[in-house]
């Protein structure tokens, strides 16, 4: 039985790397031939091929996941919001075939319970940590951005270095702040008198 779900992780890990190495989504039967095994052994664990790509995809986002996680894990709050952008974009530039694979399923959210939901929600928690006044869309906005600075470099020929993608989600973070601060203050500013309250 072990050896059985050996099998299905390396044949998870040897369609990744074929992906990785630009040879496209590869078949079972590929698949089995580079493993060496039968394709009926390959079969028993994927019934066909859009169930092994489903598979490779959630061990994309369990990377990406872990990558997030990692960067969430120093510094301060908005440190480790910057540090998320910086792992997202760079995780996208070093898996580029993989990255776009992942990306071309299903949406998810935080907390459904797959490791794409579960990469969301690392951002999620730390927006709601680190920008709780920012809305409810803050998470979204954030990840299009970061996600969109990706597809830049990847698609546009643009080049985000990690000094540039810093750069680019201070500016987010400074108009979040700002806008936060605009709430709390009210209509009239920090200097503005309760309700109610009489003059001189």
């Not at 052994?41 to 859009?50: D, I, L, Q, T, V």
């Not at 908005?78 to 776009?100: C, K, M, N, P, W």
């Not at 951002?123 to 869309?137: D, F």
Request: proline share 4%.
């Amino acid at each position: 039985m072990a050896e059985s779900g050996g099998l299905r992780a390396r044949l998870v890990q040897e369609a990744i790397e074929m992906v990785a190495a630009g040879g496209g989504e590869p078949s079972l039967r590929d698949l089995a031939k580079r493993l060496g095994v039968s394709p009926m052994a390959s079969y028993r664990h994927f019934p066909n091929k859009a169930a092994l790509m489903e598979a490779v995809t959630e061990a994309g986002f369990c990377r990406l996941h872990a990558r997030l996680e990692e960067a969430d894990a120093s510094g301060d709050d908005d440190e480790r919001l910057l540090a998320q952008g910086i792992a997202y974009v760079t995780f996208a530039i070093d898996h580029s075939s993989l990255f776009r694979l992942m990306f071309s399923g299903h949406p998810a959210e935080a907390g459904d319970g797959s490791a794409r939901g579960a990469a969301y929600g690392v951002l999620q928690r730390r927006i709601a940590q680190s920008l709780a006044e920012a809305g409810p869309h803050a998470a979204l906005a954030c990840w299009a951005l970061v996600h969109g600075l990706a597809v830049l470099h990847l698609d546009a020929g643009m080049v985000f270095d990690r000094e540039r993608v810093a750069a680019t989600l201070e500016v987010f973070l400074r108009r979040s702040a700002e806008r936060s601060r605009r709430s709390q203050e009210g209509p009239c500013g920090p200097d503005a008198a309760p309700a109610g309250a009489g003059g001189p």
